[in-house]
């Protein structure tokens, strides 16, 4: 039971803000040192998981490549593509972007969106751009809140669309605990279908949230001209 005092180094470094990186290292030493490993083995699986794992590495390739596109100007074709759609609001392009990325990791196409290859300089942006195209320039608490919304788009799109797929991992690992377990002879097939509901219902509420963010936009900016103006008439 000891070992799982990793777990509490990962809620403790969470719940106070710290670095992830340096959260997840730390709780990982913590858990192998409890374990019994010597400090020559944590390190040896470090390294291990670090040289055994393509996702780990991607970004040394993802995160140059974004740098290149955003410096020649792939930020501001975003938002001159989103401007061109006069309907398209803040909430109901993210509720778009929620639905094709839930799609996407449905059928195994998790790494197509991504925060790295496609919030920060796509989704962002054109979020950005369709408040900016209807209420001007946009406060640093409501960018941020646009910028938050964005991120969960992808989070849930992600979280909830993956299990829906045949070989994702944890359908895998589940179905392989429980049949070896249990000695039951549980189908992925059956994992996925029922996860449907669950993803569907995961839309609606999230899409509902995301739509109902144009409202707020639409309060919030709204009492942020109604000071500035009336500031304006009192300095006048």
Same mark, same amino acid.
Do not use: H, S
């Given at each position: 039971m000891i070992v799982l005092l990793g777990v509490l180094v990962v809620v403790l470094g969470f719940a106070t803000k710290r670095n992830p990186l340096l959260v997840v290292g730390v709780a990982g030493i913590a858990t192998g040192l409890l374990g019994g490993l010597s400090p020559g083995k944590v390190l040896a699986a470090f390294g291990e998981g670090f040289a055994g794992s393509r996702a780990v590495t991607i970004f040394a390739i993802t995160l140059p490549v974004i740098g290149l596109l955003e410096r020649y100007g792939l930020q501001e074709q975003a938002r001159n593509l989103i401007a061109r759609f006069g309907r398209l609001t803040t909430g109901r392009?993210?509720? #778009?972007? #929620? *639905? #094709?990325?839930? #799609? *996407?990791a449905a059928v195994g196409l998790t790494n197509v969106f991504g925060h790295a290859q496609t919030v920060r300089p796509l989704a962002v942006p054109m979020a950005e751009g369709a408040a900016e195209r209807k209420y001007g320039a946009l406060p640093d608490r409501t960018r941020e809140k646009v910028r938050s919304f964005s991120a969960s788009a992808d989070n849930i799109g992600l979280f909830f669309g993956e299990d829906v797929f045949l070989a994702v991992g944890s359908i895998l690992l589940i179905t392989g605990f429980v049949n070896t377990t249990y000695g039951t002879h549980l189908e992925p097939l059956h994992l996925a279908l029922w996860a449907i509901p669950t993803a569907v219902c995961a839309f609606v509420v999230h899409g509902w949230r995301l739509l109902r963010l144009d409202r707020q936009l639409e309060r919030d900016l709204l009492t942020t001209n109604v000071r500035t103006d009336a500031a304006v008439e009192a300095a006048q």
């Open positions: 392009f993210l509720a #778009l972007y #929620l *639905g #094709l990325r839930q #799609l *996407g």
